[in-house]
């Protein structure tokens, strides 16, 4: 199983661990963690590292 931990762009703060769904909707990234989790953040996918398991949000 591969999660990930979606972090801010700027600010490197972290916004979800244990991410295991992102869906965009419009100019809005919806994160999903493992239990059910539900995050949605004003912004865009900036990066994706599957390496390092790392999600980079471009926050609006």
């Known amino acids: 199983m591969c999660?990930?931990?979606a972090y801010d762009e700027v600010s490197q703060a972290?916004?979800?661990e244990?991410?295991?769904t992102i869906d965009v909707d419009?100019?809005?990234v919806i994160l999903t963690d493992l239990f059910?989790?539900?995050k949605r953040v004003k912004?865009?996918?900036a990066h994706i590292d599957l390496e390092e398991n790392r999600v980079i949000v471009k926050v609006a």
Do not use: C, F, S, W
Request: glycine residues 22%; proline residues 0%.
């Open 26 to 28: 419009g100019d809005t």
């Open 3 to 5: 999660l990930a931990n």
């Open 14 to 16: 972290l916004l979800m």
């Open 18 to 20: 244990n991410t295991k």
């Open 43 to 45: 912004g865009e996918i």
């Open 36 to 38: 059910g989790g539900v």
